[in-house]
């Protein structure tokens, strides 16, 4: 059990210094799940910080990264290695939260049938005024995709292509919903004047 | 080159830009056993897939087991009906020296056991597949 317990400490200590592309290859030809253990280690941050901003709450966002790396891998050997796996992981991530929104709604269809009604229909939203941070507010002027789109590019940096190849959108209609995100926060926010950190 | 351009072009980030970038900035949420988690969700259910064939073939036999078991016994009371001289086969078809005249039964578990390894084998390949 000892020995186990260290083989384990050796083997993510040499997992370490591997490069994300090996360890796809690692987890998809050998099944390795240390392999694939480090690379949820090395992205689980900016996959739970992106949804924590599209999802509800943190707790449903959780949820939803979670599912998102179960999702990714059953999907790893789809991962051709053009584009980095951060993209890739947040095009994966973004779908099952899509996915899960469209489930929500529809059983929320399904109580407005039978004559339930929502108390709460959105946790961030309905916060109070002091509750709400300034991410939240800007967040709020924007619609899904604007939302979606401009996290992953100022808080998960990703590129125009790369977000591209995340939402299945073309390169140029990325850049004209940065666009209008940029454009819609300017003319909600004076953010010239926003002191920030 | 063209790619070359574009990646020089979002790196030429205006103050806006980086305004956005440092409001839309994050802390780094800590694993906290968050990706051990995954990985024992994910090894648990390749266990389950593992098992998955053996126990259904399993199960599938003991199931089969007396219905096939039936049709044996149907099959040779059914061929004790057939001639016996269809069923008999001359001695200078098999190696041995003196002549052999197969029993009525055997020959229905020949046809029962190819058939069942007929099976078996497309069987394992539909599941794998």
Not at chain 1, 124 to 135: C, N, P
Not at chain 2, 7 to 26: C, G, I, P, Q, T
Not at chain 2, 69 to 82: C, D, F, I, K, R
Request: aromatic residues 6%; hydrophobic residues 45%.
């Amino acid at each position: 059990m000892a020995c186990d317990g260290a083989w384990e400490i050796v083997q993510s200590a040499t997992l370490l210094e591997v490069d994300d592309q090996s360890l796809v290859t690692l987890a998809v030809v050998s099944q390795d799940t240390a392999a694939y253990g480090e690379l949820i280690r090395r992205h689980q941050s900016r996959v739970r910080n992106f949804l924590r901003k599209l999802a509800a709450d943190p707790v449903e966002a959780d949820d939803l990264s979670q599912e998102a790396f179960l999702h990714a891998w059953d999907k790893l050997q789809t991962y051709s290695g053009r584009g980095s796996f951060i993209g890739w992981l947040l095009k994966v991530a973004y779908t099952t939260f899509l996915q899960s929104k469209r489930k929500s709604k529809r059983y929320s269809e399904v109580l407005n049938e039978v004559g339930y009604v929502a108390e709460q229909q959105s946790g961030r939203y309905t916060q109070d005024a002091d509750e709400v941070s300034d991410l939240d507010k800007l967040l709020a002027v924007l619609t899904e995709e604007e939302r979606a789109i401009m996290v992953m590019s100022y808080a998960c940096g990703l590129s125009h292509r790369e977000i591209g190849d995340a939402t299945g959108l073309p390169v140029g209609t990325v850049k004209s919903i940065i666009f209008r995100g940029k454009k819609k926060i300017r003319t909600n926010f004076d953010i010239k004047d926003h002191k920030h950190g | 080159m063209t790619s070359k351009i574009i990646n020089m072009v979002e790196k030429l980030k205006d103050a806006e830009d980086r305004l956005l970038e440092s409001m839309f900035a994050a802390e780094p949420i800590a694993d906290g056993g968050f990706s051990k988690r995954i990985v024992t969700h994910i090894r648990r259910r390749i266990w389950v897939r593992r098992l998955a064939l053996p126990v259904a073939m399993l199960v599938g036999g003991l199931i089969a087991f007396k219905p096939a078991m039936q049709l044996v016994t149907v099959s040779s009371t059914l061929l004790g009906v057939v001639p016996r001289e269809f069923l008999e086969i001359p001695a200078s078809v098999l190696p041995q020296v003196e002549s052999v005249t197969f029993g009525v039964p055997l020959i229905p578990m020949i046809v029962l056991s190819a058939m069942v390894i007929v099976a078996g084998i497309l069987g394992t390949r539909l599941l794998n597949e």
